[in-house]
């Protein structure tokens, strides 16, 4: 399949036309459609996609208000229902569910049969074990089919699935498994990552150890016994495995917990449901990323790859594509060859290999990708790619420029008059609601840097300082809508504390004197362009993102201060606006200790066994003390502002912190970083 074709966004545009006799003069007058008749629109995604259900909804929006809105009560759906409506016809049409391939190059393919046989056997192996509605089911495993199936088969009883990369070190999983307390763990024993395999039966042993209510465990190992080895179950056949249904379950009913990281705390455990996720996921995938069912004539043979691990917020929504009949291609592995011998066409030669139409990926990659130079020629066959997505950082205007000019040129020999003028679907969003608030529109005018839209149903606006909307100004994103994919609430979070402080802390209820609700901060700065097009300016809070992976501080403090040599610590993250990402980590040594490589290599070490190697900072200095407020808080924030080029009297109030006396130092320290980065401009 070669575009053009009918974008997705035009067919809904003229279903509404056509069913509901709307009609409007531009996107942006549909979008505020959308964020104003809420129930309307939202009720419109619902027949759009033909969403079944047992029993009727008695409304779209129960109660207009956030957090705590209901939808869709009465209705019963089901995700992996919803996935397995795709299999007679698009089996039927030749296409399978999965493609997928690791570092080794090969491919497989996993049918749409298999992928429900699969699901079903291991969905009544798991209510043999005793799992049932609710019950949480933990998974440490890579980026392969046999995990989405696994996710499959979990959301097929109503259980609650939850997933970590292995690459993450023991700590960080069991920071995020004890709070859930799961009752099944399926895990994996090795994993080969940048050409090297990587042992993980020590890291289960510590999982079995540290989480005492797992009462079975599943194992994705040749070496396991068999009742207990994942590739046995998925192999049984019966009468009962053919018969199997997905259970259907209340529209809010929880289907997966993930984890985005705060300053502050272990990771926040965010419960989402089974109808808010396909409400949510079916719009952004389809009419915003212009990603059509792979069995429809309009989009036959589409093929959907977004490169992720398992620990990235991006995995769910690639598995999301199935919800609408999409073929998706997954990739386990590193993107980048190995450290002896780095490849940045390693996933450009899967793209060719498996024929996907669609290739997204965080914007670090397709950053290192030009530093490389890469040869797009020599990949193999991208005649099918018609459209790149980039996400988990802001994408730079050269970056996007580059491909460009080089798929411009290669349209010449691909015969794809799409790749003449490659669209980019530039999308930002958050683990925190499984969604993205910007992102694309295929029927819009694109500009390298920016990001064409704020997305249907996405109340999205840019406040200043005083909590006013405002335009053409950079401020914080916020949400003053609900939408159905907003958590449910964290997991075990009493009173919705730590929920209500992480979104609503900042805009409470009547924040303005307006007797408006609480609007939800996002933790982005954004610019809203006239013309609606925006532009993502990083981080506005502490947190770390490393590639697209968010990480809290507070889980790389605890990993650098067990070291008896670090009294204190301070990281911030520079990732700003397409530019590389910086991170500075600064340490307080007890004294006589010396920052000298062999204390380098120990606090980098630290950081990989409790974290992951994605976090290592990119420089570490010594300090005499690490800025706090009179209440003891690390000054992380004003920091990173500092070094962004922000005036000091802007950011800091000497008479607030508890050790004024240290802030000379960084004052030096953005000077000097600030004026060599005005040399390398």
């Given at each position: ?345 390693t996933l450009w030669r899967f793209v060719a290999d498996a024929k996907a139409t669609f290739f997204g990926a965080g914007a670090a990659f397709f950053a290192n990708c030009t530093k490389a ?66 992102g694309g529109n295929r029927e819009l005018a694109q500009t390298p840097g920016i990001m064409q839209c704020r997305l249907l149903g996405c109340a999205v606006e840019a406040f ?218």
């Open positions: 399949m070669t575009a053009p074709y009918v974008p997705q966004m035009a067919l809904y545009r003229d279903w509404l036309k056509e069913t509901r006799g709307l009609a409007f003069a531009d996107f942006e007058a549909m979008r505020r459609w959308s964020v104003t008749d809420i129930d309307a629109f939202w009720q419109s995604v619902w027949d759009y996609f033909d969403l079944r259900s047992p029993t009727p909804h008695t409304a779209v929006l129960a109660e207009r208000k956030m957090p705590g809105a209901v939808w869709f009560p009465g209705a019963s759906v089901n995700y992996a229902r919803q996935v397995f409506r795709h299999v007679v016809p698009a089996h039927n049409a030749g296409l399978p569910a999965l493609i997928a391939s690791g570092e080794d190059g090969r491919l497989s393919e996993t049918s749409w049969p298999e992928l429900q046989r699969k699901s079903a056997a291991l969905a009544l192996h798991l209510k043999a074990k005793g799992v049932r509605a609710g019950d949480r089911v933990a998974a440490y495993l890579p980026n392969i089919p046999e995990t989405i199936i696994a996710f499959l088969a979990t959301a097929s009883l109503g259980a609650v699935w939850s997933v970590c990369a292995p690459d993450m070190a023991a700590p960080a999983v069991i920071d995020r498994f004890k709070q859930i307390e799961p009752k099944v763990l399926i895990a994996c024993d090795a994993v080969t990552y940048a050409g090297k395999r990587h042992d993980r039966q020590g890291v289960i042993e510590e999982l079995r150890r540290a989480l005492p209510t797992v009462e079975h465990v599943i194992l994705h190992s040749d070496a396991a016994p068999s009742e207990t080895r994942l590739s046995s179950i998925f192999a049984r056949q019966s009468a009962e495995i053919d018969a199997f249904e997905p259970e259907w379950l209340p529209f809010d009913h929880p289907l997966w917990i993930v984890y985005s990281s705060g300053t502050t705390g272990l990771p926040k455990p965010i419960l989402h449901s089974h109808g808010g996720i396909i409400a949510v996921a079916l719009p952004l995938s389809t009419l915003h990323n212009d990603l059509g069912c792979s069995y429809h004539p309009n989009s036959f043979g589409e093929r959907f790859h977004w490169y992720s691990s398992t620990g990235w917020i991006m995995w769910n929504c690639q598995a999301n594509g199935l919800l609408n009949g999409t073929t998706c291609c997954i990739f386990d592995g590193s993107p980048g060859g190995t450290k002896d011998k780095p490849d940045w066409t130079e890469i040869d797009l020629a020599a990949v193999g066959d991208l005649s099918g790619l018609r459209a790149l997505g980039s996400t988990g950082s802001p994408l730079s205007a050269d970056t996007q420029a580059w491909f460009n000019e080089r798929f411009a040129a290669l349209s010449k020999r691909t015969g794809n008059a799409a790749q003449a003028d490659m669209w980019w679907a530039n999308i930002s969003g958050g683990t925190d609601f499984a969604g993205a608030f910007i200043d300082e005083q909590g006013r909307a405002v335009i053409d100004e950079v401020g914080e994103l916020v949400c003053t809508e609900p939408l159905p994919s907003m958590p449910l609430r964290f997991w075990n979070d009493p009173g919705n504390a730590r929920y209500l402080s992480s979104y609503f802390e900042t805009y409470p209820d009547n924040f303005d004197g307006s007797g408006r609700g609480p609007v939800w901060r996002h933790g982005d700065w954004l610019k809203i362009n006239p013309d609606g097009s925006c532009v993502i300016y990083g981080r506005s809070d502490a947190t770390i993102n490393r590639h697209g992976l968010r990480m809290g501080t507070s889980e790389l403090y605890s990993a650098i201060e067990a070291l008896p040599e670090v009294l204190d610590s301070m990281v911030v993250d520079l990732e700003y606006l397409g530019r590389d990402s910086y991170m500075p980590l600064f340490v307080v040594l007890r004294e006589g200790v010396a920052l000298d490589a062999a204390m380098k290599a120990k606090i980098n070490k630290a950081v990989e066994a409790g974290l992951s190697r994605r976090f290592l900072p990119n420089d570490i200095f010594v300090v005499a003390e690490i800025p706090r407020t009179l209440s003891g808080k690390k000054q992380e924030l004003p920091v990173k502002k500092l070094l962004l080029g922000h005036p000091v009297e802007k950011v800091i109030n000497r008479d607030a912190m508890a050790n004024p006396g240290c802030l000379d130092w960084y004052l030096d320290f953005a000077r000097s970083y600030l004026s060599k980065q005005a040399g390398a401009a």
